[in-house]
């Protein structure tokens, strides 16, 4: 019998759950690319609500966090959750301590103190219209991207530059970050590297629809194939190297050219990332070997 791997979902991305988030196609074509593999492997993808009572994962020795992309709107239900799979003697991809160190864009200054080349940015526990203007001072520039310390998929970002500050009575009352707006995001695209088991598997250059500057595609956002220079696939890989955890099943690191035409690091995905199966026809067969080798 083929051993159960568990993919994670959650009530808007799963499949026939009535209303569907608007990136939920991103779900099934992952789900495609991973479950004939998985069957070649001796393995069934089951898809699952993270919601779902304990019982449902009986006989499930292993789970992918998937499309559990609701989570940051309830992180401790979550990351209880996985602490209980966990503890039940189901192997979490990643771990929870993964998901924990992950959750929290700080984890950008470990990365930066390890080396590894990052989006320079300013750290606060809030900011106003005065704080925008003092950061484009500080970093010399004209726009700046002010986000969430705790967030995904652009949520509660903004942009701001000199002729379109914030009202004057704007306030970001939350732990937040600030970073110069990097004008390469709009003009050349994001970039995506994919590593399974601490192994480069695929790129992605991912481009802004017309008039947006956020990639994803939620906002217009579209893929491109990318194969990286060696030079950028150097700088990606040194991002792995600096990570706390060695060889995660899967990460993502999301980067950014900066102007002296080096890219940093926008983001290292450890949680749910979307995997861009479309770009990386062999994300099936090494996702299903890594998950061989971790059942062993
Ligand atoms: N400093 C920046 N300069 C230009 N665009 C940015 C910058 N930071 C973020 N963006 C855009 O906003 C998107 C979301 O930001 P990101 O840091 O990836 O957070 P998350 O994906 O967790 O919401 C990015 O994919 C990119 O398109
Ligand atoms: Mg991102």
């Given at each position: 019998?083929?051993?159960?791997i568990?993919f ?23 789900t495609?690319?991973l479950r004939?593999?998985f069957e070649?492997?001796?393995l069934e993808l089951v898809e ?249």
């Amino acid at each position: 019998m083929a051993t159960r791997i568990g993919f994670l979902a959650c009530a808007d991305t799963l499949p026939g759950a009535g209303e569907r988030r608007g990136d939920a196609f991103e779900h099934d074509l992952v789900t495609a690319a991973l479950r004939p593999a998985f069957e070649e492997a001796g393995l069934e993808l089951v898809e699952i609500d993270w919601r779902a009572p304990l019982e449902d994962f009986a006989n499930i020795p292993l789970v992918l966090l998937g499309t559990a992309w609701d989570y940051q709107d309830h992180p401790d239900e979550f990351l209880a959750k996985l602490e209980q799979l966990d503890a039940g003697g189901i192997a979490v991809h990643n771990p929870p301590a993964i998901v924990r160190w992950n959750a929290d864009k700080r984890y950008l200054k470990h990365l930066a103190a390890m080396g590894a080349a990052t989006v320079p940015t300013r750290w606060l526990e809030g900011i106003d219209a005065a704080g925008v203007s003092d950061a484009m001072d500080h970093f010399a520039v004209d726009r700046v991207v002010v986000k969430r310390q705790v967030g995904a998929g652009g949520l509660g970002q903004f942009s701001f530059s000199r002729s379109n500050p914030p009202d004057p009575d704007w306030t970001m009352g939350r732990p937040c970050m600030v970073q110069p707006f990097l004008p390469s995001v709009v003009e050349e695209g994001e970039y995506t590297f994919f590593f399974i088991d601490g192994d480069f598997s695929h790129g992605v250059l991912k481009r802004a629809a017309e008039g947006e500057y956020r990639i994803q595609s939620l906002y217009g956002g579209y893929e491109c194939d990318y194969t990286p220079s060696p030079a950028d696939l150097a700088t990606a890989s040194d991002v792995v190297e600096a990570l706390p955890f060695a060889r995660p099943l899967y990460c993502r690191i999301d980067m950014a050219r900066l102007p002296d035409g080096h890219l940093a690091v926008m983001e290292a995905e450890m949680i749910e990332p979307y995997y861009y199966p479309e770009q990386g026809p062999e994300l099936g067969p090494r996702m299903a070997a890594a998950i061989r080798v971790r059942l062993a």
